[in-house]
C-alpha cells in the first residue's frame, strides 16, 4: 500500500515553469511506477508523462514532449515533474498515480494508487 501527495502547484504566466511533486510513504516507492495525469474541466483525464519503476524508461504525451520532464529520487520517495514554457491549455488539476513493478503506462486504469491532485494554472 502506497499513499500520495502532489504539490507544487499554483498560477503561473505563459511561458513560466512549475515543479510537480509526488511525496509516496507508506511503501518501498523505489518499486512502484508513477505516471501523471491531468484533467481539466469538461474533459477527460488525460495521460501526461511516466517513469518505470527502475527509473530507466520515461514517456511522455506529445502535448508535453520537449517541455515537461519527469524524474525520481527513491532517497526522498518523490517523483517529479518539471514543466517549462506553460501553455495556457496545461491548465488542469494535475495527479500523479503509482502502480507496483510498472514499467509506465499511459492508461489511468493501469495504476491501482493515485494522489488528490494539485492544480495548475496558466495564465495568457
Known amino acids: 500500500q502506497v499513499q500520495l501527495v502532489e504539490s507544487g502547484g499554483g498560477l503561473v504566466q505563459t511561458g513560466g515553469s512549475l515543479r510537480l511533486s509526488c511525496a509516496a510513504s507508506g511503501s518501498t516507492f523505489s518499486s512502484y511506477g508513477v505516471g501523471w495525469f491531468r484533467q481539466a474541466p469538461g474533459k477527460e483525464r488525460e495521460f501526461v508523462a511516466s517513469i518505470s519503476w527502475s527509473g530507466g524508461r520515461t514517456d511522455y504525451a506529445d502535448s508535453v514532449k520537449g517541455r515537461f520532464t519527469i524524474s525520481r529520487d527513491n532517497a526522498k520517495n518523490t517523483v517529479y515533474l518539471q514543466m517549462n514554457s506553460l501553455k495556457p491549455e496545461d491548465t488542469a488539476v494535475h495527479y500523479c498515480?503509482?502502480?507496483?513493478?510498472?514499467?509506465?503506462?499511459?492508461?489511468?486504469?493501469?495504476?491501482?494508487?493515485w494522489g488528490q491532485g494539485t492544480q495548475v494554472t496558466v495564465s495568457s
Open positions: 498515480a503509482a502502480q507496483r513493478y510498472s514499467s509506465g503506462s499511459v492508461y489511468p486504469n493501469a495504476y491501482h494508487y
